[in-house]
């Protein structure tokens, strides 16, 4: 038997859209500028799998000179590539990031610890304001929920609204308590935190960037087909180790193979006993988000590559202005079935 060869590229179809941008995106943006002045503490979270392609210029440009935490969510599902928190600590600064995992109460503890050193250090009789930025399902919400759970241990109830699509938060919510003041045993005036809408990029140039956020449900459901999002999980599951899927069928590079194995095992099938191809790759999909088929970083964090992400964020391959001039061609040519 020959030994198996993954493949060396991916071949990005071109139907792949360019942006997820929406009305509420560039509202949520705006809203954010005119808070920042009453805003002492900004806690950008992003993906600890998609370490690069969850960091949005836009917000750059918004949050731009506030002070900042990096708060790395999802780093329960990266943990077999422990350098890559070595890599964001050494870009960073070790004292400006989080890496939070919402099942490890001690990482949501030593945020809070975070936030009541710089509220103490603020000494505000107002209390220490914290705005939470990301892109779109980046865990802005679920953060937020488990630091007023751990901070407030009165409060049952949820502050936020999560789920596991994008765009469940629409809007800038109000300040949540996640700090009691010190007449109630806190910190001085306590600590407050807003939640925001994610805010998508208003352009993205490269089409495996777009697959890698949607891989990470970062965007609308069905808007890049699953059948496409499980080839290429299958091809970099290939490159990382086949044995990810062993239980299903030998090394492949064919995602119809690979989907087929699925559906029989997991029974994915239709009337007659044929493979359902959407319900096996919707299968993969959930089985990878949840950690089962690896738990990987999908950015490159190579010198080349994060100088390749510093430029970009430099200099956006479009404006505002011409990111919705492109999406609005391209939903013209998707009504004429181009």
Known sequence: MALFQPRSCFSIPSSIPKTYFLGHHHAGANKIKSLLSSISLVLECRDFRLPLSTQNPTLEAAIAGRERLLV????????????????????????KVIFWDKNRPA???????????????????????????????????TLLNALRKVGTPGKKSKAAKTGD??????KVGTAVRIVESEEKGGIGGGV???????????????????????LAHGIK????????????????????????Y????????????????????DGKLKT?????????????????????????VL???????????????????????????????ARKRERKGE
């Open 221 to 244: 459901k069905g808007l890049i087909p699953d059948e496409v999002l499980a080839d290429y999980l299958l091809y970099r599951m290939n490159l990382w180790n086949p044995e990810l």
């Open 107 to 141: 990482t949501t503890e030593a945020l809070l610890r975070r936030l009541k050193h710089t509220a103490l250090q603020q000494d505000s009789l107002t209390g220490l304001r914290t705005l939470v930025v990301g892109m779109p399902n980046v865990g802005k919400s």
């Open 192 to 214: 407050f935190i807003l939640d925001t809408p994610g805010i998508f990029q208003p352009y993205v140039e490269d089409g495996e960037t777009m697959i890698k956020v949607a």
């Open 272 to 296: 007659g006993g044929l493979p359902n191809w959407r319900e096996a790759a919707a299968r993969m999909l959930s089985q990878w988000r949840d950690g089962k088929l690896g738990k990987h």
């Open 72 to 95: 790395y969510t999802k780093s329960d599902l990266g943990t077999d590539t422990p350098s890559a928190k070595q890599i964001l600590r050494r870009l960073y600064g070790d004292d």
């Open 299 to 329: 950015d490159s964090l190579g010198d080349e590559d994060i100088r390749a992400h510093e430029l970009m964020l430099a200099q956006p391959a479009l404006s505002l202005h011409q990111a919705k001039k492109a999406q609005k061609e």
């Open 165 to 170: 699509q994008a765009g469940v938060t629409r």
């Open 246 to 265: 062993n239980r299903y069928c030998e090394p492949t590079n064919d995602v119809n193979e690979f989907l087929t194995a699925v559906a029989k095992r």
